[in-house]
């Protein structure tokens, strides 16, 4: 029975790591746009159970990160810059709203946590440092939703988290500079350690106007390869 338990108990464990390993492969385009997949081959790479990561497939499928072809696999979603503009037009509410009540709602141990991702930012961007920077950009995400204590809302933001970060993957060596995502980015994570709801939100809509001139920007743009397999 103990053994049974144990299983049991792991297994929402290995849900998360099997989630947040494929959505980086995704996010990094390690699994580029239109790759096939299959549970089996996913299982069998990260060295874990089917289970766990038909769980994190079907939670990307709602991401819109992937899309599910029954009895053919699995499909690894385009991108378009369009769908992408109006991902970012809610984005940007749902972020500022997260911002504010996050610095509202922070309590000592979570300032801790949003001066450490600031200091992650703040190093990711000084090496440009991009998979540095997509880690760190996670924690933050993480740490908002955690502080501002709105599940509604934590939930409306991860179905465009996921596809936000591949489109900055995809194109920002053409259109965007690591240092200066970074650096808004740690703007908004020491507003919210400082406590300062307006202060947030400005920083909030600081970053959305920078993604929105950097998403824009890379209309006509040829889009980068693939990174190779690991």
């Known amino acids: 029975m103990d053994d049974i338990h144990n299983a049991a108990e792991a297994l929402p464990n290995l849900n998360r790591i099997a989630y947040r390993e494929i959505e980086e ?3 990094t385009l390690q699994l580029a746009p239109g790759a096939v997949l299959s549970e089996t081959d996913l299982a069998r790479r990260l060295g874990i159970s089917r289970t766990p990561v038909r769980e994190a497939l079907q ?3 709602r991401e819109g990160l992937v899309r599910i072809m ?8 385009e991108v378009n810059v369009e769908k992408q503009l109006r991902v970012l037009e809610a984005r940007r509410e749902i972020e500022r709203f997260l911002a504010r009540h996050a610095a509202e709602r922070r309590i000592d141990a979570e300032r801790r946590q949003f001066l450490a991702v600031g200091e992650a930012l703040a190093e990711a ?3 440009r440092d991009e998979v540095a920077f997509t880690r760190a950009d996670r924690d933050l ?4 939703a955690r502080a501002a204590r709105n599940e ?6 991860g179905l465009m988290q996921g596809l936000s970060r591949r489109f900055w993957h995809m194109f920002h060596g053409e259109c ?8 808004l980015h740690r703007r908004v994570a020491l507003a919210i350690a400082d406590g300062e709801p307006d202060a947030a939100a400005a920083a909030s809509d600081a970053l959305l106007d920078y993604v929105v001139t950097f998403t824009r920007a890379s209309l006509g743009v040829t889009p980068r390869a693939a990174a190779p397999a690991a």
């Open 176 to 183: 965007g500079d690591v240092a200066m995502a970074a650096e």
């Open 152 to 157: 509604f809302a934590v939930e409306a933001i």
């Open 59 to 61: 939670r990307l499928a």
């Open 70 to 77: 029954p009895r053919r696999g699995l499909l690894v979603t």
């Open 141 to 144: 995400n993480n740490a908002v």
């Open 25 to 27: 492969l995704i996010v």
């Open 125 to 127: 961007g000084a090496d």
